[in-house]
Nanobody
Framework: QVQLVESGGGLVQAGGSLRLSCAAS????????MGWYRQAPGKQRELVAV???????QYADSVKGRFTISRDNAKNTIYLQMNSLKPEDTAVYYC????????????WGQGTQVTVSS
């Protein structure tokens, strides 16, 4: 089992910045991928950014150049630095982890609210 604890959400004005953190504990595999997804009211959950255990990152087109995902493997923690925030970034942000053993196991955090006011 893996537990994911997110922090760092809040209310910010458009153009501002926030930093999200997601700390993983439990059965952490050496090969894994962690990332951030978000879900706005009335919309489907969508990918924001993911990063592999080797540090390869991918981003949704809507956040490229504004958001940066990073990880500290020693702390089993990922971060999402969000700059130049827009009202359309308002959503609940969820941390996701995929742990690869002989089978892949997927875990989700409880979510953290990000609200960007115009």
């Amino acid at each position: 089992q893996v537990q994911l604890v997110e922090s760092g959400g809040g209310l910010v004005q458009a153009g501002g910045s926030l930093r999200l953190s997601c700390a993983a504990s439990g059965s952490i595999s050496g090969t894994n991928a962690m990332g951030w997804y978000r879900q706005a009211p009335g919309k489907q959950r969508e990918l924001v950014a993911v990063i592999s255990s080797g540090g390869i990152a991918q981003y949704a087109d809507s956040v490229k150049g504004r958001f940066t995902i990073s990880r500290d493997n020693a702390k089993n923690t990922i971060y999402l630095q969000m700059n130049s925030l827009k009202p359309e970034d308002t959503a609940v942000y969820y941390c996701k982890a995929v742990m690869r053993w002989t089978t892949a196991y997927t875990y989700w955090g409880q979510g953290t609210q990000v609200t960007v006011s115009s």
